[in-house]
Every structure is written in structure tokens, then in C-alpha cells.
């Protein structure tokens, strides 16, 4: 398969996994049977949920977002494109860089938001970069 999507990269300070948890609510929001890493998700457990890290995690710095099971498979197939609707799958893929030793400032988030298409001429790409963004 050839590499699909489009990759918006940004850095994040120490509020990163709180970022996530809201934005996972506004995905939410958008998708209330929400697949998350390739699970039903729903409101309730946002509270519990944690940041994916550790080797035993499936995806570790990496989550992903599709709508439900018809969507998944739509992804298994055509990678991150848009499907008949009109939106696609999408992930947050990050990784924590600890700044050099002497550099007097913390580390921080480097993180890639991979979406369906470039936000610059995609609506359902770009509303997905603007939940990351919104206050």
C-alpha cells in the first residue's frame, strides 16, 4: 500500500496528555460510536484513559480515531483516505524529546496529527487539525 494522509507536525508542552483527553472528547462529539485504537470508546471512560506509552500498549505514542467498525475496515483497505461520507480515520502519533542537558528549559511534545487530507483543502481534515487547536 502507498503511504495515504496528510501530516500536520507541531510541538506540545507538559499539558500534551490532558490536550489529548479533550480532544478525544471533541471526537466525541463528532463521533459518538467512536473507535479508539480500534475500540469503542465513550464518554465514561475518558476520565480513566491514559496516554498511551509503555511497550505493552498496542500503539504505544500513537492514537487512533475512526468513526466505527465500517470505517475500520474502509481503513484496512485504503489507509487514511476519505470514505463516501466524506471523512476518514485519523491518529495523533507523538513521542516526549527531553531537552539537551544545560539547555534550562524543559522538554517536549513532538507530535503529528495524520489526517485523511491536506487540511489546507479538506474540510473534514482541517475541522480534525482545528479540534487539536481550539481553546
Known sequence: MEPTGAQSVFVAGGDFPERV??????????????????????????????????????YPECVTFCRDDAMNAFWEENGYDLDASGEGPFALFFRWRAAPPGAGVGGHWAVTLLTPDEPAVDPFSRSVVADWFRP
Open 21 to 58: 483527553r479533550v480532544f478525544i472528547g471533541r471526537q466525541l462529539d463528532r463521533w459518538p460510536g467512536l473507535l479508539l485504537d480500534e475500540e469503542r470508546f465513550d464518554r465514561g471512560m475518558l476520565g480513566r484513559w491514559e496516554l498511551p506509552g509503555s511497550p505493552e500498549d498496542p
